[in-house]
């Protein structure tokens, strides 16, 4: 007997083949039978009238930094997700070196963990340059020597080697901003000697947008590895338009025999921490942000550094986390500056003083043009670019909603990919880049991770105001085998895992 019978639903696989009608029999975790099926099951879903997919890769997620804290990562399920991608932007869980936490020791630590842990969605990972790079040589803006370059490459390969995907680079965030490009194309080499791929938030996404792709493409080309650019963007009304260049550009290394790809979300603002976005990198040297901003000399030329930057208008800063400050959750930076009777810089500069360097806000850069290119580029994935939720804090929607917006917004609205494009790119694209074999198509042998929707009415209700609000036309999350989500409610199955790189 089978353990699960999905009958009469329309089969969108994954490959971006057209749909097909079948019923889909499940065992053991698996897909095992695609036809007409005729076989008895403990449990039957009746999906007549709703498209069968695999279940959706969030190519590019932060759920590792909360994962051990909050398994169930039900914000990722609740819109689809059965596997994240985690580890990105620099950062990961893990390997900090002086760290008695075995999960925070190393990769080996943290899958161990995570096998006992009841995971909501699937999870796989990198480790974060800048993980590697503070482990070794702390928050020192400098080139490391010798012996620490060695160290961070031992880091890397060891962390490969125990599972992880390979490494990924946060160019904007302390410490992994202070690295040279030589650095970055050694550390990419040892990824690769290990059998690891790369990830990055190259090192500018306004102004040095072309510049940076450009030096994504030299590591890939220089250290032979496949590589993945993150939360694609053009940020800046004055960048507008840019993507056009840097698909190019990605599609003429590509054609050289590089292996390049990207993610997006779809959406037009970005969400990071404010420090990242207000405190230039080298005022975040050795820990001492916070004692820099107390410094009234070196908060002056803070200030006057912000005052003559390019920055979008304050009005698109709508702060979403300040520890212990809800007043000022859910607030644009003007709204704060009456709140606090200062200028808007004074008032950015306040919030991450009261949040502790704890202080993150949702920022409107891009449009909707550059979105939808780099979502219609065929080498595109889908992303949440999110951790889970923790807290009260109120988040970027993308954290609940990115995934039945691609398909009700951007695909079915607007169409800007046809659906079995959209469900390849969600789907056995980001399970083909990742190497995450058995995942991302349904096929008999395959895991039966599976998302059953209504192609007409699935969508995004989460908004920046009201960010908790569930997805719409979502029946069924099933994750190797069981029912995670019905009608978008995580059901506490639990029937996660976690995923290593296969050697
Ligand atoms: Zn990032």
Redesign the pocket.
């Known amino acids: 007997m089978l353990d699960l019978i999905i009958k009469n639903g329309q089969i969108i696989d994954g490959t971006g083949a057209e749909a097909f009608f079948a019923d889909i029999g499940i065992e053991n975790g698996k897909i095992v039978f695609i036809g007409d099926c005729k076989q008895e099951a403990k449990m039957v879903i009746d999906a007549a009238g709703l498209v069968v997919t695999p279940g959706f890769i969030d190519s590019h997620s932060h759920a590792d930094n909360a994962v051990v804290d909050f398994p169930e990562q039900r914000e990722k399920c609740e819109q689809g997700i059965t596997t994240s991608v985690a580890g990105?932007?620099g950062s990961s869980y893990m390997p900090k070196i002086k760290a008695s936490d075995e999960a925070r020791h190393s990769a080996e630590g943290f899958f161990k963990k995570l096998d006992t842990l009841p995971l909501g969605a699937n999870i796989v990972t990198f480790v974060g340059h800048g993980t590697v790079r503070s482990s070794v040589m702390g928050l020192a803006n400098r080139e490391p020597t010798e012996g620490e370059l060695e160290q961070m490459k031992e880091l890397v390969r060891e962390s490969v080697k125990a599972g992880a995907l390979g490494v990924s680079f946060?160019l904007i965030y302390v410490p992994s901003c202070y690295a040279k490009t030589a650095e970055l194309v050694e550390i990419a080499k040892a990824c690769k000697e290990a059998g690891g791929m790369v990830s990055a938030?190259i090192r500018g996404e306004g102004e040095q947008l072309v510049d940076s792709v450009k030096e994504f493409i030299h590591i890939v080309k220089e250290s032979g590895v496949k590589g993945v650019i993150?939360?694609h963007k053009a940020a800046g009304a004055k960048n507008h338009g840019k993507t056009e260049i840097t698909l190019k550009l990605i599609e003429e290394a590509n054609a050289e025999g590089a292996d390049i790809y990207c993610d997006v979300y779809p959406y037009i603002a970005s969400s990071t921490s404010l420090s990242s976005k207000f405190v230039p990198k080298e005022y975040h040297a050795d820990n001492k942000m916070l004692q820099n901003l107390a410094d009234p000399a070196i908060r002056a030329q803070i200030k006057a550094r912000l005052v003559t930057q390019e920055t979008s208008s304050y009005d698109g800063v709508l702060v979403t986390v300040c520890k212990g400050h809800p007043e000022f959750q859910g607030k644009t930076l003007p709204e704060i500056a009456k709140m606090l009777d200062c200028d808007c810089v004074e008032a950015a500069l306040r919030v991450i003083e009261f949040g502790r360097g704890s202080a993150s806000a949702c920022y409107f850069t891009m449009n909707e043009s550059d979105v939808e290119r780099v979502m219609a580029y065929p080498r595109s994935m889908i992303c949440t670019?999110s951790s889970v939720a923790r807290n009260n804090s109120v988040y970027h929607p993308r954290l609940r909603a990115s995934f039945p917006r691609a398909i009700g917004e951007y695909c079915r609205n607007r169409g800007v990919v046809p659906l079995a494009e959209m469900i390849r790119k969600i789907t056995s694209l980001p399970a083909h880049v990742y190497g995450l074999e058995g995942k991302g198509i349904i096929r008999e042998g395959y895991d039966a991770d599976i998302c059953i929707f209504d192609s007409d009415k699935i969508i995004d209700k989460a908004t920046y105001e009201e960010p908790t609000n569930r997805c719409e036309g979502l029946s069924y999350v099933i994750i190797s085998g069981e029912i995670a989500c019905v009608d978008a409610v995580y059901t506490g199955s639990g029937s996660g895992r976690a995923i290593r790189r296969k050697n």
């Open positions: 990105q932007c946060g938030h993150s939360h670019d």
